[in-house]
């Protein structure tokens, strides 16, 4: 949807369209844009005072909101549903009095736009060490949130310890993670062992990447994240392997063809596609935009 955001908005008014941080960590989507006019920033003080600015898919804290109005900007706000129900969520809680405990990375763009929503009642905690830090009057309501694009793994073991350390602590109705990241983390348990070696497309700064990795490195296998197959190396591949490839939530199907293409052109690999979930989930696009994607009349 962020995508297809910035893509429509690009044809709709024109570039240069600014983008409050990367629309989405992949770097060959970023460059892509680029070449279309995109202009990526990361302080609102690099755009124009009445331009056109997307917020990523991310999402932005409310901070951010206001210097976009007081700069008089056209704000689109392409953030994840999934990352604005955490949003909600940590507002909710902390209008009703509860402490909340936030599972995460520090420094990741959505963490800091979470973190703005509350600033006096979220801290973040990234394992479970930070949980044994965590010091609380007797009695504080607690509520516990997580990042979209985490290892559920990881997530499970520091949720294990913050209901062991505070077993009154609650947490939403439905998990944060996104079912896009849990999908493909699924896939990769279940492959990996048919593998010897995995490639996982997707950029360093991608969290839900990153994981996929470590899925795969933590199974034994050889396991290279990257941005597409000029990254990989003919020399890493022996023939009569098996190559797992996967993908991080925000790499382009394009850059998946070219993989796969990449080693059958170099080793005349036969290539078998296995489902393990079918992704049927639909966002719109922000309502400032829905009117520019119809099809023309007449």
């Known amino acids: 949807m962020a995508i297809d955001s910035l893509d429509l908005a690009l044809k709709a008014f ?5 983008v409050y941080h990367e629309i989405v960590h992949n770097q060959y989507v970023v460059r892509t844009f680029r070449d279309k006019g995109a202009v990526f920033v990361d302080t609102l003080d690099e755009v124009p005072p009445g331009s056109t600015l997307l917020f990523s898919a991310h999402g932005v804290s409310p ?20 990352v604005t129900k ?5 507002i909710r809680y902390a209008k009703a009095g509860y402490r909340i405990i936030l599972i995460g990375h520090e420094g990741h763009d959505e963490v800091i736009g979470t973190l703005g929503e509350a600033p006096e009642a979220i801290v973040l905690v990234e394992d479970e060490v930070d949980v044994e830090r965590l010091e609380f009057p007797p009695d504080t309501p607690l509520a516990y949130l997580t ?13 294990k310890a913050l209901r062991q ?10 998990e944060d993670i996104c079912y896009a990241t849990q999908n493909r983390q699924e896939a990769v348990r279940q492959l990996t062992d048919q593998a010897d070696v995995v490639i996982v497309l997707g950029s360093q700064n991608s969290s839900n990447s990153q994981r996929l990795r470590e899925l795969a490195a933590e199974k034994g296998r050889r396991a ?23 993908a991080g939530a925000s790499a382009p199907e394009s850059v998946v063809r070219e ?24 966002f719109p696009l922000p309502k400032a935009l829905r009117a520019h994607s119809q099809p023309a009349s007449g």
């Open 63 to 82: 901070q951010i909101r206001e210097v976009a109005r007081q700069r008089q900007l056209n704000a689109i706000d392409a953030t994840c549903p999934l």
């Open 224 to 246: 290279y994240l990257v941005d597409g197959p000029q990254d990989l190396r003919v020399d890493d591949f022996r023939r009569g392997s098996t190559v797992l490839i996967t």
């Open 259 to 282: 993989t796969v293409d990449w080693l059958v052109e170099n080793f005349d690999a036969t290539v078998t596609t296995s489902t393990i979930r079918e992704e049927k989930v639909f």
């Open 86 to 90: 955490v949003h909600l969520e940590a």
């Open 147 to 159: 990042q979209t694009t985490l290892s559920v793994d990881d997530a499970n073991r520091i949720i």
């Open 165 to 174: 350390r505070f077993p009154a602590i609650v947490c939403p109705p439905k």
């Open 14 to 18: 024109g570039p240069p369209i600014y």
